[in-house]
Nanobody, 117 residues
Framework: QVQLVESGGGLVQPGGSLRLSCAAS????????MAWFRQAPGKERELVAS???????NYADSVKGRFIISRDSAKKTAYLQMNSLKPEDTAVYYC???????????WGQGTQVTVSS
């Protein structure tokens, strides 16, 4: 059974930092690209960042230079380090694991990130 369990969300002031974690089980971690998506109220879910099994990273323009995605194969965990947070980063953040084209992705349950003073 595949499980993706996110943690690390919370309330932070503008300019602050948070680190999200996504612990995976039930998959061969190295075979999956890992990604973080987010969904704000009234908006569609959007890709924030992704990292392949080989370590290639991709970021949404809105987070480039502020967020860093990483993965630890030994711990089967993906991370999203979020710095210089803005109110517009407020959303539910979801972890995603995908093997490749033609395969359905797996999703975590989501973790709330709120940026507010």
């Amino acid at each position: 059974q595949v499980q993706l369990v996110e943690s690390g969300g919370g309330l932070v002031q503008p300019g602050g930092s948070l680190r999200l974690s996504c612990a995976a089980s039930g998959i061969i971690f190295s075979m999956y690209s890992m990604a973080w998506f987010r969904q704000a109220p009234g908006k569609e879910r959007e890709l924030v960042a992704s990292v392949t099994g080989g370590g290639s990273r991709n970021y949404a323009d809105s987070v480039k230079g502020r967020f860093i995605i990483s993965r630890d194969s030994a711990k089967k965990t993906a991370y999203l380090q979020m710095n210089s947070l803005k109110p517009e980063d407020t959303a539910v953040y979801y972890c995603n694991a995908k093997m490749g084209q033609g395969f359905a992705p797996f999703w975590g349950q989501g973790t709330q990130v709120t940026v507010s003073s």
